[in-house]
């Protein structure tokens, strides 16, 4: 369903509100087009009002364990409209249900207690009551598990209205030249019951319903699926049978009746089948929506590219105009679209994609219960911007996420799933948008996240789905669990807000760079878990990183090849969130100690930069590793007496009270084995001899000493060059053999003091 207002145009014709004179006395297609519609804010207030019914109906309503007992497995349902002066039905509904208990000798149905039921027909007459919404009907035994169970409910009278809304209207049509009766319905969320006798919840469709509506033969009545017959009734009614061969949710069924004009477009599938677009609309309007609708074949051609061929292929698709004001409810196979929505331009483009958007999800893929309702409206919304990028590109699509006519997100307080608090649509239709959004920006891979959107769908193929199923079956796609991404926005209040501090300095020959994110969004219990694109830059240049954030204060140490002047933080806009920038605080810059070895003198340095004090006093708050001191200066310092690895938190504070403290690891190598593996070989050419190290890293570890005595002792330190390699000159000729001189060299360990 979409009522939101989208039109940057209809802002400007903002005038009085006419919230009170909503949907029990709906406006006429013409007057549509000349009264002020409703506020931004009172459409708005109307919205919220009506989801907020779906929470007080959950908390109210749940399905009764007694329904739980059976499927619904088909519906045959009549309705005699014709009554239209009293806005009176009559209806018969064959209900057909198999048993899930081995004793279920009563069934309950849901249908308003305001409408009158005439008998029920099972084996036989069946006794029944009807009170508190639930009509009850005795079986003539008890049932055992699989069995089939039809009923046949017969009832007449004024449809009722559970809902803030009018579910089934009455009205007359102000066409140019004759009054026009005009009917329609509106079931979701639990309106079916108040026109015809179902299970109604959307977590058990029927495989399939027949719907029949007797009318006036000078009227239309359309409906879900095909159109099985149109049968004539003398002397001057018909018949129009539909039947919807797809399982469908009882709030999805509708009906609607007037003078419909009629065309038909198609969309030809990915297999080259040619699917029929059946569109209702009003006389007056057929010139204009052949123009507003004419974009469905597109639509659906790009839908199903992305997401998997349409669902019901084999039946139609199709739009039935109603006067619903600025409302589009999606129908199975059959959009109801509000007349004032159809200008004959392309202003509601969004809309028509909107509900065609739902045959995938919602219709197809249903919520399996109310809470879950994001699953419908942020994906059909999300399936706008989807439209856009296909039209503009992705720069469209990121201008669609923030347009106020698009998914911008307002009020980001609301959680996405089962909303209790302040709920709108701004929460469940843009944030729920936003969801996916996001879901595309962690993956990052367009192949892999519509790849998952398929697989969700696939495994809920009409039926019915949960939001962790969902997430379920992307994170079996992705390859890891991407809900720890999503569960904060979906279950939690607000959105993360990040302030962002960074600096850096020249350590230890290389730029090291540090960044501090801080989430300070008001709900203390929640933290979001982001994948978060950080883009540096200075006068050298340019680079990105992307880094997890998981925790209210995270910092990430990052040897960057320059000194960045710059930080963006999600700069592409991948996640829901605010930013800040604050100066960076006093902060340890020495992210990782140098190694040291038992035994050998080691020394480093701990540096600190940001806050405003100077002198630094420095702590080890951790044991001490045995043979080395931290001075307050900074200097950790001494010989190691045992090797291993050592967890060591250090402090540093400033005179003015900023302090910080951070867990480094101090790894000790156990002493170095007996010096080995030197290999020395003449190189003739370059008259030199060459010590080569068997592994590089060994070199410095190493003193060697030459000397021209066996006994060595004549001995003189030999420099030893960081790449391993000891060049020993030969002074005299290495051509001729008798010429060359004997050298002896031995090899000692750095710390040792030599022979
Ligand atoms: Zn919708």
Request: contains cysteine; proline residues 6%; aromatic residues 12%.
């Amino acid at each position: 369903m979409d009522c939101r207002f989208r039109s940057r145009w209809w802002m400007s014709l903002l005038a009085a509100a006419i919230l009170g004179a909503p949907l029990a006395c709906p406006l006429s297609a013409q007057e549509a087009e000349f009264v002020p519609p409703l506020t931004p804010n009172a459409f708005h207030e109307r919205e919220c009002a009506r989801l907020r019914q779906i929470i007080e109906e959950l908390q109210t309503r749940p399905l009764l364990s007694t329904q739980a007992d059976y499927d619904a497995v088909y519906y045959d349902l009549t309705l005699d409209v014709r009554n239209f002066a009293a806005s009176t039905i009559y209806g018969s509904a064959v209900i057909l249900v198999r048993s899930l208990a081995d004793d279920l000798d009563e069934l309950i149905l849901d249908l308003c207690s305001a409408l009158s039921v005439d008998s029920v027909i099972g084996v036989g007459p069946r006794p029944f009551t009807l009170s508190n919404n639930l009509l009850t009907i005795a079986l003539d035994r008890a049932y055992l598990t699989g069995e089939l169970v039809q009923v046949t409910v017969y009832y007449h009278g004024q449809p009722c209205s559970s809902s803030l809304f009018t579910t089934f209207t009455f009205f007359t049509r102000q066409a140019p030249f004759r009054q026009v009766p005009t009917i329609y319905t509106l079931s979701e969320p639990y309106g079916a019951r108040d026109w015809w006798p179902c299970k109604n919840v959307p977590g058990d469709k029927a495989d399939s319903v027949r719907i029949s509506i007797i009318v006036a033969d000078t009227l239309t009545a359309t409906s879900n699926g095909r159109l099985e017959s149109v049968t004539a009734i003398p002397p001057s009614s018909r018949r129009f049978t539909w039947v919807e061969h797809y399982p469908i949710a009882s709030y999805l069924v509708s009906i609607a009746v007037t003078d419909y004009a009629h065309y038909t477009n198609w969309y030809v599938t990915q297999s080259g089948d040619s699917v029929p677009i059946e569109h209702y609309p009003y006389p007056e309007l057929l010139t204009a929506a052949r123009v507003s609708w004419n974009t469905l074949p597109a639509m659906m051609t790009v839908n199903a590219q992305l997401f998997g061929e349409y669902p019901f292929a084999s039946e139609k698709y199709g739009h039935t105009m109603w006067s619903f004001p600025w409302t589009a409810m999606e129908h199975q196979c059959n959009t109801s679209y509000y007349a004032g929505m159809t200008d004959g331009h392309h202003t509601y483009d969004a809309i028509v994609q909107h509900e065609l958007a739902h045959q995938w999800w919602g219709d197809d893929v249903t919520l399996a219960s109310w809470p879950d309702i994001w699953l419908n409206e942020g994906f059909a919304s999300y399936a706008e911007a989807l439209w856009v990028e296909h039209l503009n590109g992705f720069a469209g699509y990121r201008n669609y996420l923030f347009a106020s006519g698009g998914l911008r997100v307002t009020d980001p307080s609301g959680p996405v799933y089962n909303p209790t608090v302040l709920f709108d649509g701004n929460t469940v239709y843009n944030k729920g948008g936003w969801i996916l959004h996001m879901l595309r920006g962690v993956l990052r891979d367009d192949s892999l996240f519509f790849a998952g959107l398929r697989e969700y769908r696939a495994r809920h193929a009409y039926g019915n789905a949960t939001t962790e199923e969902f997430l379920s079956d992307v994170s079996s796609v992705a390859g890891y669990d991407v809900s720890p991404y999503l569960h904060a926005y979906l279950y939690r209040t607000n959105r993360p807000v990040f302030d962002v501090s960074f600096g850096g300095a020249w350590l230890n020959g290389a730029w090291q760079t540090v960044v501090r994110i801080r989430q300070s969004q008001i709900n203390p219990d929640t933290t979001f878990c982001t994948r978060l694109d950080l883009r540096f830059q200075s006068g050298a240049g340019t680079l990105r990183v992307r880094v997890e954030n998981r925790q209210r204060h995270e910092r990430y140490y990052l040897p960057l090849p320059f000194l960045p002047a710059q930080v963006a933080v999600d700069p592409d806009d991948w996640v829901l969130k605010q930013v800040f920038f604050e100066s960076l605080p006093l902060t340890v810059l020495t992210s990782a100690l140098r190694e040291g070895r038992e035994g050998e003198i080691y020394a480093d340095t701990l540096t600190a930069i940001g806050g405003s004090g100077d002198s630094l006093a420095w702590n080890l708050l951790s044991e001490d590793v045995p043979g080395l001191n931290l001075s307050a200066e900074g200097v950790l310092a001494g010989t190691p007496l045992t090797d291993g690895d050592f967890a060591l938190t250090v402090r540093v504070e400033n005179e003015i009270g900023g302090a910080d403290t951070l867990n480094l690891n101090l790894h000790v190598l156990s002493p170095l084995p007996a010096p080995c593996c030197l290999t020395a070989c003449w190189l003739r050419d370059e008259g030199v001899i060459a010590l080569r190290w068997a592994a590089a890293a060994d070199a410095d570890s190493y003193r060697v000493f030459r000397a021209r005595r066996f006994d060595m002792l004549d001995m003189e330190v030999l420099l030893v060059t960081a790449d391993t390699v000891a060049f020993d000159s030969i002074p005299s000729s290495p051509t001729n053999p008798d010429s060359l001189e004997v050298r002896f060299y031995q090899v000692t360990a750095t710390n040792d003091e030599g022979p």
